[in-house]
């Protein structure tokens, strides 16, 4: 029977539920508890069917997310998979290239997945977006070279009684950055604020300045017999982690550290360009790993570019080699930024710099410097085209995105 690709109906959704309960081996529940089936909307999807039968699975979730102070539409996409008996045809490719087409439409210009095989999705111009820091650290090795502004204080508060500051200081924390997500209930819950059975209750502390402006909070769990050690054998997970300054990060590790009885740590979220290695006396001490984070993509060259915020004003002509998942894309384009806001158009003009679909999302997050790529021979550029790109596509943090979906 020839296979249908169309979005699933509200009827299909036990299916599509079945079907990521297998092939995500019931990582994200089974049955009607299946994560896949609660959170995921029919006509967020593209699907494969055989006759009626769902096969493979697509679905974007609309996000907002942050780029350099401005706010851009994503398509988080999400429970990507295909029965292994129909694996190798081609449906994954056959529902990207239409869930792209639909985005194109819908005025989404740029893409972010996680990826469980990195693999996968490069191919379909997907670059690395984001790094995840993994730190593992004792509290007595938590030593500050400088302490926090003693007038900064630091308490425990409910989440139900903090969470309208603690919501308040995350969109501060995120308006300059890039890649961090608008936060609605559910990706504030989905592996923050959510309890679970295997890490107990959550916690929030938020930190105050001498005004008591909320100023950064933390919001972890705390756990008992999950270290090795005679007399500090509890864990701290972070969850989530935001400051405003810099005393506040510190004030806030400073509360971390009193916590006598800990005696591991982990936050397995943490931003690139997070100060707090700069803060201690013994960084390696964090036993600190990177690993990759969140995958990103520009569906709408001309409308991602158009959107992004910019440090720099500038002009410059980019070339987009063939993108065959993404066709419209192609050409060569005037970016002129003036006064941080940029103005897109296609152009005849011969290309002073010319990316592929998955080096411009590399430089276009921030993840990567336009001389960094060039220097690896994977960016072409005449006369100055590299330093002017550079400085239209700086960005004052590293791209980061700490929610998983
Ligand atoms: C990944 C998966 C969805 C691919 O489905 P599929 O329908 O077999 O994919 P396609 O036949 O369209 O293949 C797409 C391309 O990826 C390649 N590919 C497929 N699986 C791959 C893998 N695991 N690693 C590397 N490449 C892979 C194919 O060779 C093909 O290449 P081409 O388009 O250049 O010819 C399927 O293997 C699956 O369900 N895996 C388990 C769940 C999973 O990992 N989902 C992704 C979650 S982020």
């Known amino acids: 029977m020839a296979i249908e690709f169309r979005q699933a109906t509200a009827e299909d959704m036990s299916q599509f539920g079945t079907l990521t309960e297998y092939v995500y081996a019931g990582a994200f529940g089974s049955g009607d508890d299946n994560l896949s089936t609660q959170a995921t909307q ?28 401005n706010a851009m539409a994503l398509g988080g996409v999400t429970t990507v998979g295909t029965l292994p008996e129909y694996r190798r045809q081609g449906l994954l490719r056959g529902m990207t290239e239409r869930a792209f087409a639909r985005q194109h439409e819908a005025g989404q210009s740029v893409s972010a997945l996680w ?9 379909y111009g997907y670059a690395a977006g984001s790094v995840m820091g993994n730190y593992a ?6 030593r500050l070279l400088q302490e926090a502004d003693p007038s900064y204080n630091v308490a425990r508060c409910s989440i139900a009684d903090g969470f309208e500051e603690l919501r308040n200081i995350y969109r501060e924390f995120i308006t300059e950055r890039f890649l961090y997500l608008h936060r609605a209930k559910p990706l504030w819950n989905y592996n923050i604020l959510q309890a679970d059975d295997n890490s107990g209750p959550v916690h929030a502390a938020i930190c105050r300045n001498s005004l008591d402006e909320a100023v950064g909070y933390v919001i972890y769990t705390l756990r008992p017999a999950k ?21 506040a990060c510190r004030a806030l590790w400073s ?3 009193r916590h006598d009885l800990v005696g591991r740590v982990v936050w397995r979220t943490a931003p690139r360009d997070d100060p707090l290695p700069e803060l201690l006396a013994e960084p390696r001490l964090l036993h600190a790993q990177h690993k990759e984070g969140v995958w990103f993509r520009i569906l709408d060259v001309a409308k991602a570019l158009t959107e992004r915020g910019y440090l720099n004003d500038g002009q410059l002509v980019i070339g987009v080699a063939a993108d065959p998942l993404a066709p419209w894309n192609e050409g060569n384009y005037e970016l002129s930024v003036r006064d941080g806001a940029a103005k897109v158009a296609g152009t005849s003009n011969a290309a002073e710099i010319t990316f592929s679909i998955k080096t411009l999302a590399s430089v276009f997050t921030g993840f990567r410097r336009v001389r960094e790529l060039a220097g690896w021979g994977l960016i072409d550029a005449r006369g100055d085209a590299l330093a002017r790109a550079d400085a239209l596509f700086a960005t004052a943090h590293a791209p980061h995105c700490p929610n998983s979906f």
């Open 115 to 123: 990826a469980s095989q990195a693999a996968i999705y490069q191919r």
């Open 42 to 69: 029919a006509d967020w999807t593209i699907c494969a069917f055989d006759g009626t039968k769902l096969v493979a699975s697509y679905a974007t979730i609309p996000f907002t997310m942050r780029a350099n102070g």
């Open 137 to 142: 650290i004792d509290t007595v090795d938590i």
């Open 255 to 257: 509360f971390i550290a």
């Open 227 to 247: 270290v090795s050690h005679e007399a500090r054998n509890q864990e701290i997970e972070i969850r989530d982690f935001a400051w405003l300054d810099l005393d």
